[in-house]
């Protein structure tokens, strides 16, 4: 009896081995279902992280911008202001031009001067530029001339690394001395000299 029933015990546990590698199976192997269910939710996972990635993408490339206008914004109100420092400091220089009147007498011989606007400008570079009453101011740099060749204005240095630009109507040359005179006064130069932007 005890040989049947341990014989009936294997042969249970051998017909029961099916079922259970069959279980196994489906443990470990998902079914289509589950594959179609897994490969559903793996794309919306994909395309989560993609759009993820776009929107920060996206917000990088706007703070960027933002920094790139922002610095935009700071330099133009810069330039802005020196502007305005340069038109205020031009329009003081045109009121003092008005004041001078073009008072070449205030030089002695000045019948004998001559006007700058039909000079060759290579004979203007380097030549000395006085200040009415003498007073040396610096020396001729650059000339600005127009399509024809009349001189409209002078670079004059006036020491630091510093330039004015004179008008060709506020200066004269002295050919007797090879000098440039102006009427302007030396400190009038000199504040010239100092503005933004003399150009």
Same mark, same amino acid.
């Given at each position: ?41 793996? /794309?919306?996972?994909?395309? /989560? !992280? ?34 305005? &420092? ?10 003092? #031009? ?26 203007? &570079?380097?030549? #000395? ?12 740099? !650059? ?7 009349? &001189? ?16 060709? !109507? ?30």
């Amino acid at each position: 009896m005890k040989h049947l029933l341990g014989t009936a015990a294997i042969a249970a546990m051998l017909g029961a081995s099916p079922a259970l590698a069959q279980q196994d199976y489906y443990n470990t192997n998902p079914t289509p279902a589950e594959r179609a269910q897994t490969e559903d939710l793996n /794309a919306r996972a994909a395309a /989560a !992280a993609q759009g993820g990635g776009q929107q920060a993408q996206s917000d990088a490339d706007a703070a960027r911008y933002d920094a790139r206008k922002a610095q935009y914004d700071a330099q133009k109100a810069d330039a802005d202001a020196r502007n305005a &420092v340069y038109a205020r400091d031009r329009a003081h220089y045109e009121a003092d #031009r008005d004041d001078y009147g073009h008072r070449w007498d205030a030089f002695f011989g000045h019948r004998d001067f001559r006007d700058l606007s039909g000079m060759n400008t290579a004979d203007l &570079v380097g030549r #000395r530029v006085d200040a009415r009453g003498g007073a040396f101011i610096g020396r001729v740099r !650059a000339v600005d001339a127009d399509r024809f060749g009349h &001189v409209r204005r002078v670079s004059v240095s006036t020491g630091f690394g510093r330039r004015a630009w004179l008008d060709a !109507a506020d200066l004269r040359y002295d050919p007797a001395t090879g000098t440039v005179h102006t009427y302007l006064r030396h400190s009038d130069v000199d504040a010239m000299a100092r503005m933004r932007f003399p150009h």
